[in-house]
C-alpha cells in the first residue's frame, strides 16, 4: 500500500463504521507481570470506558495526556496560569516545563482547552530545557536486552501467545525467534521517550518554543567522556536531570526580560523550585478516573479515543484493535518495532498489521 499519512483516527473510524454498537476493544500486554490489559471503548449516545488489568494511576496517566482526564485541582490551575498570563507589564510571558509535562501534552491539552486553535492565539513562549530533550532521549535507547531474564521471559511467553503482536513487532512467529529478537525492541521506558520526542516536535511545530541551553557541569567533558566509558551509559538519577532543567529556566530568567513561570508535575523538582526563587506551580496528575464516565460525548470520542491509542501503544509493545459484534478482522498496531528508523519516530509513524500484510498510520499532530 502506498503510504499517505492517513491520520490513526481513521483506523478507529473503519472498525466504528463495521459495528453499529460503535465499541472496540483494545488489548495488549503489562509487560511488566505478563499478563493482558485490554480498554474496552463503548461510543455513540452513551460512551463508556472500562479499562481490565491495568493499574488506576497508569490509567490515569494515559487519560490526562489524551485530554480525556483534567488535572487534580484544574480550576485553580487554570485560573492561576490564566492570572499569570493577564498579568499586565511590557515582559513577554514564558511557561517552562518540564520533562512530565512534555509527556502529558500538558501544553497541548490546557491551550486547546482555552483557546481552541492556540497556535493562531497563545499568549506565551514555552520554554523547554536541553536536559528534558536529553532525557527523552537517553529513554529511547533503554531496550528488553536490559529487562531480568525471569520477567524477560514471563513478558515473551505472554507476547508469543499472539503470532500476529509477533510478526508486528519482530516479524517472525516462532517462540525462539521471538525471544530473540524481542531484547532489541524498545522497553516502556524506551517507548516513553520515543513519545515525549513526538509530542515535543508537536510542541516546535505548532507553539513559540524556546529551547534554553546555558553551560551546565552535566555538559563538562569530564562528565560526558565518563557516561560513555567503554560504551556504557551512565544511569544518572531523575535528580540530576530535574537540578538541569531548573538550571536552564534560571537562565532564561536571568539572561532574558521573559516573565517566566515553571510548571512542573514533579513534587520533590516543585518544592525546589520554592527554594531557589523560582516562579513556579505544582500541576498535580490525576488519580482517579471514574468520573471521565459521566463527561460524556463531550470527553469520549473517537478523537480523544484515536489519543488515548498512543498511549496505550506507549504502555503496551502492541495493542490489538477489535470491534466486538462487528464483521471487520482484528488489527495489531504498534508504534515501536524491530528496525525502525528515528525518522519514523519523529514523523509520528504506526505500523499495523492486519494478519496478511503491513499498513502504516500516523498519529495526527
Known amino acids: 500500500m502506498a503510504d499517505s499519512r492517513v491520520p490513526l483516527i481513521q483506523l478507529l473510524n473503519a472498525f466504528l463504521t463495521s459495528n453499529p454498537e460503535r465499541k472496540l476493544l483494545l488489548e495488549g500486554v503489562n509487560e511488566d507481570k505478563g499478563t493482558k490489559v485490554k480498554v474496552t471503548v463503548q461510543l455513540g449516545e452513551k ?45 513577554p510571558k514564558a511557561l517552562a516545563i518540564d520533562t ?34 536529553d532525557e527523552m532521549h537517553y529513554k529511547t535507547s533503554v531496550m528488553y536486552r536490559g529487562m531480568l531474564d525471569e520477567r524477560y521471559k514471563r513478558f515473551i511467553d505472554a507476547i508469543v501467545q499472539d503470532p500476529d503482536a509477533c510478526m508486528l513487532l519482530v516479524n517472525a512467529r516462532d517462540p525462539v525467534e521471538v525471544y530473540e529478537r524481542m531484547d532489541k525492541a524498545s522497553s516502556r521506558a524506551g517507548r516513553l ?39 556504557v551509559a551512565v544511569e544518572y538519577p531523575d535528580a540530576v536531570y530535574d537540578s538541569i532543567i ?45 468520573q471521565l464516565n459521566d463527561a460524556g460525548v463531550a470527553v469520549i470520542n473517537a478523537r480523544n479515543v484515536a ?47 492486519d494478519g496478511s500484510h503491513v499498513v502504516f498510520y500516523y498519529v495526527d499532530t
Open 47 to 91: 460512551p463508556e470506558i472500562h479499562p481490565a488489568g491495568i493499574d488506576d494511576l497508569d490509567f490515569c496517566s494515559m487519560l490526562w495526556s489524551a485530554g480525556m482526564l483534567p488535572a487534580r485541582g484544574h480550576e485553580e490551575m487554570q485560573q492561576f496560569v490564566i492570572a499569570f498570563l493577564d498579568r499586565p507589564g511590557n515582559r
Open 100 to 133: 512530565n509535562l512534555v509527556y502529558s501534552r500538558f501544553v497541548q491539552n490546557f491551550f486547546s482547552q482555552q483557546y481552541g486553535r492556540p497556535f493562531d492565539r497563545v499568549p506565551a513562549f514555552i520554554v523547554v530545557g536541553r536536559g528534558t530533550n
Open 193 to 231: 521517550g520515543l513519545k515525549g520526542l513526538l509530542y515535543f516536535r508537536e510542541l516546535q511545530k505548532n507553539y513559540p518554543v524556546i529551547v534554553s541551553k546555558p553551560a551546565h557541569m552535566y555538559y563538562t567533558k569530564e562528565m560526558t567522556s565518563k557516561s560513555h566509558d567503554k560504551n
Open 246 to 290: 531548573r538550571h536552564e529556566v534560571e537562565f532564561i530568567r536571568d539572561n532574558t526580560n521573559l516573565d517566566i513561570l515553571f510548571l512542573t508535575a514533579d513534587k520533590n523538582n516543585d518544592e525546589s523550585s520554592e527554594t531557589e526563587g523560582l516562579a513556579h506551580y505544582h500541576v498535580r496528575p490525576p488519580t482517579r478516573w471514574f
Open 307 to 353: 489519543r488515548l491509542l498512543v498511549e496505550l501503544m506507549a504502555y503496551s509493545p502492541y495493542v490489538k484493535i477489535s470491534a466486538p459484534g462487528g464483521g471487520k478482522r482484528p488489527m495489531h498496531v504498534a508504534y515501536a518495532w524491530t528496525g525502525k528508523l528515528p525518522e519514523e519516530n519523529l514523523d509520528g509513524r504506526i505500523q499495523a498489521w
